[in-house]
């Protein structure tokens, strides 16, 4: 398979993150109030960016740029008019909601959306990769994108849990690629880890997160390790609220509500499960049980649901019913 060929619409999404724009979450579940307002601020956003992989997250990412005021060129082999119609989707809602600074037909004029990584622009100043969490394909579609831009671009994959410094391995300049790990929906989210590898240069990583900066989101810096901070503290809440399901210390709503009320967490551990998928959270459980050992071990019930096809929002019902 070819980096061209690679991704789909439904695949396209990191092991944490897993809905449509127009699937983000309700009013009550969302955590911030700035969605897609164009950020004030002097950091100098990237005049051109790609972004390889039209799925809910990679579209998402090519929204929050767009709005930023960059030009977009978006990557989906498989069905690159509904990675556009993701993206418009995205644009007006958020003008549906008074979150947008110009005219969706505006800010898709800075879009372009193309079947193959060889019409991403050579002057890209950034590009993301957003294709599924299969190491074997994200070498492949960051050694293709390598090979198209200039040397002065930075590379960047938004794995959620892969790691960061194996994927460099199949660069030819390493230094310029890190990890950029946005979150879901990703207009909505504040939060963006900006995940070092072990070459990354000091230059690279800064400029990650200037670019942070223009999007109006907050980044962290973390070294690359399996679940770098978010996956890894995420899943093992999640994990462990899936025990207790298993176990019978209470429903699912009862679990949710008291880590919503009790530790004021916006959406509690079995919603959010269900929120990125099931199946997603399986696949991110077996990576970091394989990596960081038997606390990552993926409870029987998440491996059930997974076999029966119960996956979470995108199914219709997970633990619990959205039908």
């Known amino acids: ?29 969302s955590v911030t109030p700035e969605e897609s307002v164009t950020p004030e601020n002097d ?29 977009v060129t978006l990557v989906e082999s498989f069905a690159p008019d509904r990675a556009r119609e993701r993206v418009t989707a995205g644009l007006e809602g958020a003008a549906s909601r008074g979150k947008l600074a110009e005219e969706v037909s505006a800010v898709l004029a800075r879009l372009s959306v193309h079947a ?17 969490e299969d190491a ?56 963006v880890e900006v995940v070092v590898a072990a070459e990354t240069a000091a230059d690279v990583v800064e400029t990650a997160r200037a670019w942070v900066d223009r999007l109006g989101k907050t980044g962290i810096v973390v070294t690359d390790s399996p679940g770098f901070a978010s996956s890894r503290l995420g899943v093992l809440l999640g994990l462990e609220a899936i025990r207790m399901l298993e176990e019978g210390v209470a429903d699912a709503a009862a679990i949710d509500t008291a880590m919503e009320l009790g530790y004021r967490h916006p959406m509690g551990p079995l919603r959010s499960t269900d929120l990125v998928g099931l199946d997603v959270r399986l696949a991110i459980a077996e990576y970091l049980h394989d990596t960081l050992g ?12 997974v076999a029966a096809g119960e996956l979470g929002r995108k199914t219709g019902r997970g633990f619990h019913d959205y039908r």
């Open 1 to 29: 398979m070819t980096p061209e060929e690679s991704v789909t619409p439904e695949e396209s999404v990191t092991p944490e993150e897993s809905v449509t724009p127009e699937e983000s979450v309700t009013p009550e579940e």
């Open 43 to 71: 950091a100098a956003a990237p005049t051109t960016v790609a972004v390889i992989g039209g799925g809910q997250m990679g579209s998402g990412i090519a929204q929050a740029f767009l709005t930023a005021g960059c030009a």
């Open 116 to 132: 193959s990584v060889s019409a991403v622009p050579a002057g890209a100043a950034l590009v993301v990769e957003a294709v599924p």
């Open 136 to 191: 074997g394909l994200k070498a492949e579609v960051l050694r293709a994108a390598e090979g198209v831009v200039g040397r002065g671009a930075v590379l960047a994959t938004n794995t959620s849990s892969l790691s960061v410094t194996e994927l460099a391995a199949a660069l030819g300049e390493p230094r310029r690629f890190l990890g950029m790990h946005f979150f879901n929906p990703v207009p909505a989210s504040r939060l």
């Open 294 to 305: 038997e606390r990552f071990s993926p409870p029987q019930l998440l491996r059930d649901k």
